[in-house]
C-alpha cells in the first residue's frame, strides 16, 4: 500500500505543476474583435497583463496598468421552466423548484491604450467569480464597483 501510495504521488505531483492556471468564462460582449457572445473562452491573469485565450489562440493582451474599471454584476432569476418539466411528472417537486433562484455572475473589464479603448463583459462559474475579482484588483489596482449598487435615475 505504502509503494501504491508513494508511486501515486511521484506521478501526480509534477502533473500539478503544469497545471492550467486559466479561469473558464464565457465571453458576453464588447469591443474585442474575432469572438462572438457565448464563446467559452480561458482568462488568464499574469503579473502584469490579462489574457483571453480561445484554444490556443490568443485573442486579447491587456496590459494591467491599462484597466479603468472593473465592474461586477448578478443576473438572479427563478428556475419557472424546470419547475414546469418537473411539475409535469411530481408537482410538489415543481412547486419546491419554483421557488428556488439561479444567479449568473458577471465581471465587466474597461481599459485604455492610448486613443485606444474597449472593454467587455464575462459570465464567471459561481466558484471562480471571487477569484477573477480578486486577480483582476490585484494587478491593476483598482478596486471593484458593483453595478447592483449603481443606480441610474432617468
Not at 36 to 44: D, E, I, N, P, R
Not at 69 to 81: A, C, K
Not at 144 to 151: F, G, L, R
Request: charged share 20%; hydrophobic share 40%; with cysteine.
Amino acid at each position: 500500500m505504502k509503494q501504491f501510495l508513494a508511486l501515486f504521488l511521484c506521478l501526480m505531483i509534477p502533473g500539478l505543476a503544469f497545471a492550467d492556471s486559466g479561469y473558464k468564462v464565457m465571453y458576453d460582449g464588447g469591443s474585442i474583435q474575432g469572438i462572438k457572445a457565448g464563446k467559452k473562452v480561458k482568462l488568464y491573469i499574469d503579473s502584469d497583463e490579462v489574457r483571453i485565450v480561445d484554444g490556443k489562440a490568443e485573442i486579447a493582451k491587456i496590459p494591467a496598468n491599462s484597466i479603468t474599471e472593473i465592474s461586477y454584476g448578478q443576473d438572479v432569476h427563478r428556475r419557472i421552466g424546470a419547475a414546469i418539466g418537473i411539475g409535469v411528472f411530481t408537482l410538489g417537486v415543481g412547486a419546491l423548484m419554483a421557488l428556488t433562484k439561479s444567479k449568473k455572475h458577471f465581471v465587466g473589464l474597461t481599459w485604455a491604450t492610448g486613443t485606444h479603448k474597449g472593454g467587455f463583459a464575462m459570465q464567471c462559474d459561481k466558484n471562480d467569480y471571487r477569484g477573477v475579482l480578486a486577480g483582476l484588483e490585484g494587478i491593476s489596482g483598482k478596486k471593484a464597483v458593483d453595478s447592483e449598487a449603481m443606480t441610474v435615475k432617468n
